[in-house]
């Protein structure tokens, strides 16, 4: 059984090199595989998910922030080696952006001045109660995305330190 779960067939097909590289690592052929596939289906299964586990591992080895966005919400969490850290927004009331789309720090920033929004700062820190790519991978299954930029998390504190200044 996959650690984390198999890669889609649209998966497969996109890293289909990488994958001739794993058969190939593991001393099997084209033609080899070619009948694995054909008389072996369990262990054309079990590579799968080798590859599968293979390609998650290294790709959760190397993520440091994820994203969520919904209408009203941003979630961005930074993984460190011993824990989450979260940090985000959340409007009530008729949000004129909609985060899911692209928008600008200008525009963010406007929020708080329009006085028909209510707006929340959602912080947090989650330490690793399983193992912790298991744990971003949960995340990522519950629609959280890799991010590189970090411009938006740290653009998130600096709003919350100025907006609790002002209060």
Do not use: C
Request: net charge negative; aromatic share 10%.
């Amino acid at each position: 059984m996959a650690k984390y779960r198999l890669l889609s067939t649209e998966e497969l097909t996109q890293l289909e090199q990488i994958f001739i590289n794993f058969l190939a690592v593991n001393s099997i052929t084209a033609q080899d595989w070619n009948k694995i596939k054909s008389n072996d289906i369990n262990r054309m299964n079990l590579l799968i998910e080798e590859f599968s586990d293979v390609v998650f591992e290294k790709t959760l080895n190397n993520v440091t922030l994820l994203e969520k966005r919904l209408a009203n919400k941003i979630l961005i969490y930074k993984i460190t080696e011993d824990n989450i850290l979260l940090t985000g927004i959340e409007v009530d009331g008729d949000n004129p952006l909609d985060f899911r789309n692209e928008f600008n720090l200008v525009d963010l920033n406007k929020l708080f001045s329009n006085p028909d929004l209510e707006l929340s700062f959602i912080e947090g820190t989650k330490p690793f109660f399983e193992e912790k790519n298991k744990e971003v991978f949960d995340l990522m299954e519950s629609g959280a995305m890799i991010s590189q930029n970090d411009v938006l998390y740290k653009a998130l504190h600096e709003l919350k330190s100025n907006y609790s200044e002002e209060e």
